[in-house]
């Protein structure tokens, strides 16, 4: 009870404050109890306007990053969607509220395996996890009509812009290991395009196609 309060303030006033409008975002936002996505001893600050960590040295992005990517994907209910970077299960389980399917990737076995156990605790059905380095994406599965990458890269993947379908929305951090610029990809007849969405911090995409393991 008190966690659904803590919720509807989040998105007043952390989403709809700073210009979330997307209905399908601030419901599934509403609706995902996201303070059984930390340990127990953070979920009370779980609704904060904050990052917190997820143990590994990982962290769950702020509300407000999770709604703005979101919302730049530009989703609608029968879209499949790939996610690289599962870490607490957050983010996939919103995207899990929106469209019909979400595929999504993580490097760190105990995430995945927390992430997995939660997913199937809460009923998110729909969601379908893959222990690998996402950074080659999810070929057999692929073309995704949204990709979303929740770890900066120090460049945009070839690999993964290739598994985007027509009309397909990417969005990922892209820079420095410290700072990176939040990047909306999409692809159409003429190609490829690309706008910055403004500065943002992630922890690092680590693969053959991110940054080495070190
Ligand atoms: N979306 C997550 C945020 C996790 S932080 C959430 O809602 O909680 C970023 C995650 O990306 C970390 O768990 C990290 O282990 C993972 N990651 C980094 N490089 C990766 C790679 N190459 N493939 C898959 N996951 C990766």
Redesign the pocket.
């Known amino acids: 009870m008190r966690y659904t309060t803590l919720r509807k303030k989040m998105v007043k006033n952390q989403l709809q404050a700073r210009g979330i409008t997307d209905p399908l975002v601030l419901n599934a936002m509403e609706t995902v109890p996201r303070h059984l996505?930390v340990s127990e001893a953070l979920a009370d600050q779980a609704y904060g306007d904050f990052p917190l960590p997820?143990g590994?040295r990982?962290?769950?992005?702020q509300p407000i990053i999770?709604a703005e990517m979101t919302q730049a994907l530009q989703l609608s209910k029968n879209d499949r969607v790939l996610?690289?970077?599962?870490?607490?299960?957050?983010?996939?389980?919103v995207l899990s509220k929106i469209v019909s399917r979400v595929y999504t990737?993580?490097?760190?076995h105990s995430?995945l395996i927390n992430?997995r156990k939660l997913f199937d605790e809460l009923h998110y059905f729909n969601i379908i996890t893959k222990y690998?380095?996402?950074?080659c994406g999810w070929r057999d599965q692929s073309p995704f009509d949204a990709i979303i990458i929740?770890?900066g890269a120090p460049k945009i993947p070839k690999i993964i812009v290739d598994q985007l379908a027509d009309g397909g929305r990417m969005v990922m951090p892209v820079g420095s290991q410290h700072l990176q610029e939040l990047i909306l990809i999409q692809k159409d007849q003429n190609g490829i395009s690309q706008t910055n969405l403004g500065g943002c911090r992630?922890?690092?995409?680590?693969?053959?196609h991110?940054w080495p393991n070190a």
Request: proline share 0%; hydrophobic share 40%; no cysteine.
């Open positions: 996505f997820i590994e990982q962290t769950i992005s999770v996610e690289i970077g599962t870490g607490s299960g957050y983010q996939a389980a990737i993580e490097r760190i995430l992430a690998s380095d996402g950074t929740t770890a992630f922890v690092k995409l680590v693969g053959e991110g």
